[in-house]
């Protein structure tokens, strides 16, 4: 009987030691009193590399103080590196960022939680993407919505008021607009659109183009092998770029400049526009042209194909739950919370101050004499005349394709390709990946 009971025991320790250590589908462990979430996001030092999503998480934190985040962050491509990683031993953070692509590959892996519920049970928020479908719909599988937006992808071309008025110009609308506004300054050698072809994803706006000759409804089919990439449609749109360069649309130096020295170009006033995207607003109105600077989505064509006031609000990446934190009941409890408040009123108001634009269609307050141009973006976003495309080109697509659109387009851009060669090089990258 004494070994018995001596054997009921140790089997008890044993169970209880195992429940204190794994505890799946019970309550979190709690350290004074707070349920902590494990957060880990795609920089390095996020208070000064985030600061709109740090301060996010900063006031979340003042308001819910039986709520800690346990903030890490890396390098993105380690950052990515690790969490693929952790995936395989069932170690993943709570909440983490991830680029589109691996996203998917971790809810093909089953990993990931399904918010679904989250976003029925806020029907606030739910109906705040209303107009918006796009930044969530990219990360759902089936009935399953396994991410959410972390930021939105506002993208397009900055114009200069100035230069374009001293020389008889407001802001264009058609490619024959910009077309004569290209050739007039040429004349005077200002540069139209400031570009820095060193840096080669710097395309954001002639993305925006490339789907104004029907790129989201091909794509599918050109992958599939249905369709080519060098059909007549995007062979039309190289040539627009063709015409561009020869009319002296781009820096003479554009091969040998970045981006970032394409930017100081239009800050400086020596170019009439930059393509370029929200991130660069607070600069912009830092710099000396700053009162004089307008958003811009960028030209029609007439011999586009489909909708041709298409804007370019996307989502840049989602933010995932792993699936093994929505079994701990504190810590699904606590993480819907946060998800809540990052995706409501304060929680996005907070970002705007902070010059990220809003991802949903709350309506949110800018002081436009302080930031006329963040404004002006603003007011671009919320123009019921233009409809954002789904997504961003580059993103519907592998790296290495989308490394071969940057190419081609940088590749007309300066000379090297005509628009049929252009056309042929990311042809040749999807044969190639098959």
Same mark, same amino acid.
């Given at each position: 009987?004494?070994?018995k #009971?001596?054997?009921?025991g140790?089997?008890?320790?044993?169970?209880?030691?195992? /429940?204190?250590?794994?505890?799946?589908?019970?309550?979190?462990?709690?350290?004074?009193?707070?349920?902590?979430?494990?957060? &880990?996001?795609?920089?390095?030092?996020? !208070?000064?590399q985030?600061?709109?999503?740090?301060a996010?998480v900063?006031?979340?934190?003042?308001e819910?103080?039986?709520?800690?985040?346990?903030?890490?962050g890396?390098?993105?491509?380690?950052?990515?590196?690790?969490?693929?990683?952790?995936?395989?031993?069932?170690?993943?953070?709570?909440?983490?960022?991830?680029l589109?692509?691996? &996203?998917?590959?971790?809810?093909?892996?089953?990993?990931?939680?399904?918010l679904?519920? +989250?976003?029925?049970?806020?029907?606030?928020?739910?109906?705040?993407?209303?107009?918006?479908e796009n930044?969530?719909?990219?990360?759902?599988?089936?009935?399953?919505?396994?991410?959410?937006p972390y930021?939105?992808?506002?993208?397009?071309?900055?114009?200069?008021?100035k230069?374009?008025?001293?020389?008889?110009?407001?802001?264009?609308?058609?490619?024959e607009?910009?077309?004569?506004?290209?050739?007039t300054?040429?004349?005077?050698?200002?540069?139209?659109i400031?570009k820095? /072809?060193?840096?080669?994803?710097?395309?954001? /706006?002639?993305?925006?183009?490339?789907s104004?000759?029907?790129?989201?409804?091909?794509?599918?089919?050109?992958?599939?092998? =249905?369709e080519?990439?060098?059909?007549?449609?995007?062979?039309?749109?190289?040539?627009?770029?063709a015409?561009l360069r020869d &009319?002296? /649309?781009?820096p =003479?130096?554009?091969?040998?400049?970045?981006?970032? $020295? !394409?930017?100081e $170009? +239009?800050?400086?006033?020596?170019s !009439?526009m #930059?393509?370029?995207?929200?991130?660069d607003a $607070?600069?912009?109105?830092?710099?000396?042209?700053?009162?004089?600077?307008?958003?811009?989505?960028?030209?029609?064509?007439?011999?586009? *194909?489909?909708?041709?006031?298409?804007?370019?609000? *996307?989502?840049?990446?989602p933010?995932?739950?792993?699936?093994?934190?929505?079994?701990?009941?504190?810590?699904k409890?606590?993480?819907?919370?946060?998800?809540? +408040?990052?995706?409501?009123?304060?929680?996005?108001?907070?970002?705007v101050?902070?010059?990220?634009?809003p991802m949903t269609?709350?309506?949110?307050?800018v002081?436009?004499?302080?930031?006329?141009?963040?404004?002006?973006?603003?007011?671009?976003?919320?123009?019921s005349?233009?409809?954002?495309?789904?997504?961003?080109?580059d993103?519907?697509?592998?790296e290495?394709i989308g490394?071969?659109?940057?190419?081609?387009?940088?590749? *007309?851009?300066?000379?090297?390709?005509?628009?049929?060669?252009a056309?042929?090089?990311? $042809?040749?990258?999807?044969?190639?990946?098959?």
């Open positions: 009987m004494k070994r #009971l001596i054997s009921i140790f089997a008890l320790t044993v169970l209880l030691t195992l /429940a204190a250590c794994g505890n799946k589908g019970g309550d979190s462990a709690k350290e004074d009193g707070k349920t902590t979430i494990d957060f &880990a996001i795609h920089v390095a030092n996020p !208070a000064d985030e600061p709109a999503f740090n996010v900063e006031a979340f934190k003042k819910n103080p039986e709520i800690d985040i346990n903030l890490e890396k390098e993105q491509s380690e950052h990515v590196k690790n969490m693929k990683m952790r995936s395989q031993s069932d170690k993943l953070p709570d909440i983490f960022w991830m589109p692509a691996s &996203a998917k590959e971790l809810q093909e892996a089953g990993v990931l939680a399904d679904s519920d +989250f976003l029925k049970d806020n029907k606030d928020i739910k109906d705040s993407f209303d107009g918006r930044m969530i719909d990219p990360f759902k599988d089936g009935k399953n919505q396994y991410g959410m930021q939105p992808l506002v993208t397009g071309l900055y114009y200069n008021k230069v374009l008025s001293d020389n008889g110009f407001e802001k264009p609308e058609t490619f607009d910009l077309m004569k506004i290209a050739k300054l040429d004349e005077k050698d200002i540069v139209t400031s820095g /072809a060193k840096d080669s994803y710097s395309v954001w /706006a002639f993305l925006i183009m490339l104004r000759y029907g790129y989201l409804d091909k794509v599918d089919d050109i992958l599939a092998g =249905k080519k990439y060098n059909n007549k449609d995007f062979i039309h749109y190289y040539e627009k770029i015409e &009319a002296g /649309a781009f =003479k130096n554009v091969s040998t400049q970045s981006y970032f $020295q !394409a930017v $170009q +239009f800050t400086t006033g020596k !009439a #930059l393509d370029s995207g929200s991130w $607070q600069k912009i109105e830092s710099s000396d042209v700053g009162s004089d600077v307008g958003f811009w989505w960028g030209p029609t064509f007439n011999d586009g *194909v489909g909708n041709q006031y298409l804007s370019s609000i *996307v989502p840049s990446a933010l995932v739950v792993s699936k093994a934190a929505f079994e701990d009941k504190d810590k409890a606590a993480i819907e919370k946060f998800l809540a +408040f990052y995706y409501g009123q304060e929680g996005i108001q907070i970002m101050d902070n010059k990220i634009p269609n709350i309506s949110v307050e002081d436009e004499k302080e930031s006329p141009v963040f404004a002006d973006i603003i007011n671009n976003m919320e123009d005349k233009w409809t954002s495309q789904e997504n961003q080109p993103l519907v697509v592998s290495s490394n071969a659109m940057y190419d081609s387009i940088y590749g *007309v851009i300066v000379g090297n390709y005509t628009p049929e060669e056309a042929k090089v990311v $042809q040749n990258r999807i044969d190639d990946t098959k």
